[in-house]
């Protein structure tokens, strides 16, 4: 691999303990394709509109005019930030708002035994369930699971599945995914004309 790689820390804003991941992506990853990966290291499922926040300016999926924002695919990340300590936002989820920091920790990451372009280095804790309702809401359910006398604690099990572990972060797991992902995203020779 001939390319350059940051090494990247998220945090999910506003929840203590701290939900976090480090992550590694090339330097020339689209901030369309920077939203997939981040979707993948925290857990999240892209059911909601997302945007980023550089400087003054911001970066989404579909502005509908200047003022809403640029168009994330056409940028790239390198080309916006370069400096290492640079901080910028990602917000997911326009409704319960998850707003998250991301810290450019290494502008040329190198790991001579880094064999793939996407990599989850390691993090802490579960991100919450979509449509938990905020930080509030996302309390209110993880007090509800623990505590059996809640009055929403039968329908907060049913309703994540009886198995939500707010503790639970597997690197190996999001790791498995980035790399279906590349396989899955990757250019592709195709050649429709039956020729060579």
């Known amino acids: 691999m001939n390319k350059r790689f940051y090494q990247l820390r998220i945090q999910l804003l506003d929840i203590e303990p701290a939900i976090w991941r480090r992550f590694v992506v090339p330097a020339g990853i689209t901030l369309d394709r920077l939203h997939d990966v981040i979707q993948i290291v925290m857990d999240w499922t892209d059911s909601h509109l997302h945007e980023f926040t550089i400087g003054k ?20 990340l390198g080309d916006l930030i370069k400096q290492k300590g640079r901080t910028f936002t990602y917000l997911y989820d326009f409704g319960d708002c998850w707003e998250h920091e991301i ?11 880094l064999r793939t372009e996407l990599a989850c280095l390691e993090g802490e804790r579960a991100c919450p369930p979509e449509d938990v309702g905020g930080v509030p809401g996302y309390f209110e359910f993880c007090n509800a699971l623990k505590d059996p006398s809640h009055e929403e604690h039968k329908s907060y099990m049913e309703w ?8 639970r972060f597997d690197a190996d797991s999001v790791n498995l995914e980035l790399m279906k992902y590349l ?3 990757r250019d592709r020779y195709q050649n429709w004309g039956g020729g060579e």
Do not use: H, M, Q
Request: hydrophobic share 15%.
């Open 103 to 113: 810290v450019l920790e290494e502008s040329r990451y190198f790991n001579p035994e």
């Open 183 to 185: 396989r899955w995203s």
């Open 160 to 167: 994540s599945g009886g198995d939500f572990d707010s503790e």
């Open 57 to 76: 300016k911001r970066y989404t999926e579909y502005p509908e005019s200047k003022e809403d924002g640029l168009v994330c695919g056409k940028y790239r």
